[in-house]
């Protein structure tokens, strides 16, 4: 079974500083990450993907993550936050094979405020 | 590329009435699309894997007469919430992906209330 926490249903940052927000996962065998971030009633947004390759992850609005094999880890992280960043957050993950496309598994979410 | 549809994005319905949500991916051919349902301010927990020409295959304590699932093609697949009920009101979204290495992509999802 594959399985993701995201241990803080909330974070707050002053826009400008540098965000994080924390994901571990589990999963048998090579690990296919994914982070979203999904505005109030719509839909997921794609903001990165970890399949392979380098373990520094870089995205879409300056959102990068990091893959750390050893500690099960792929945080989201932003070298400066906007107000425009408040969000809810999802890390997903799915096992890592090839063929048919599998289901992702999501967290628990985190919600981002990013105050002025 | 890779945009997901999914139609509408919000419906009223009496209870006891049916609803059906399309879920159309625009530019590419999805043989498997994803639906998920999510309650206020939680995750997506994720209903059932729809399979092109064949069976869904639904999750664990999810009833498979009260949401039916068809994807007759390669770019739609329907959810139709039967017999609604309130407890059925919900933010049901879908999913698809041209392959992992392009990533999942999600509809902008449908807000479901049962009165």
């Known amino acids: 079974a594959q399985s993701v926490a995201q241990p803080e249903d909330q974070v707050n940052v002053a826009e400008g500083n540098p965000l994080t927000v924390k994901c571990t996962y589990s999963?048998?065998?090579?690990?296919?990450l994914f982070w979203y971030v999904q505005y109030p009633n719509r839909g997921l947004q794609f903001l990165l993907k970890?399949?392979?390759?380098?373990?520094l992850v870089k995205g879409s609005y300056g959102f990068e993550a990091e893959f750390n094999k050893s500690q099960t880890s792929f945080h989201l992280k932003k070298p400066s936050a906007l107000v425009s960043d408040s969000a809810l957050y999802f890390c997903?993950?799915?096992?890592?094979?090839?063929?048919?496309?599998?289901?992702?598994?999501f967290g628990s979410g985190t919600q981002l405020t990013v105050l002025p | 590329g890779a945009v997901v549809s999914q139609h509408p994005s919000r419906v009223i319905c009496k209870s006891g009435t049916s609803v059906k949500i399309e879920c159309r991916s625009l530019?590419?051919?999805?043989?498997?699309m994803f639906w998920y349902r999510q309650f206020p301010k939680q995750s997506l927990m994720l209903m059932a894997t729809?399979?092109?020409?064949?069976?869904?295959?639904?999750e664990q304590g999810v009833e498979k007469d009260k949401f039916l699932i068809n994807h007759a093609s390669l770019t739609l697949s329907t959810l139709t919430v039967t017999s609604a009920h309130p407890e059925d009101s919900s933010f049901y979204i879908c999913?698809?992906?041209?392959?992992?290495?392009?990533?999942?992509?999600f509809g902008s999802g449908t807000r479901l209330t049962v009165v």
């Open positions: 997903a993950v799915r096992q890592g094979t090839s063929g048919s496309a599998r289901q992702l598994t």
């Open positions: 530019d590419f051919q999805a043989t498997t």
């Open positions: 970890y399949i392979t390759g380098d373990n």
């Open positions: 999913s698809a992906t041209p392959g992992v290495n392009y990533g999942y992509t």
């Open positions: 999963v048998s065998g090579n690990p296919y």
């Open positions: 729809s399979n092109e020409g064949s069976k869904a295959t639904y």
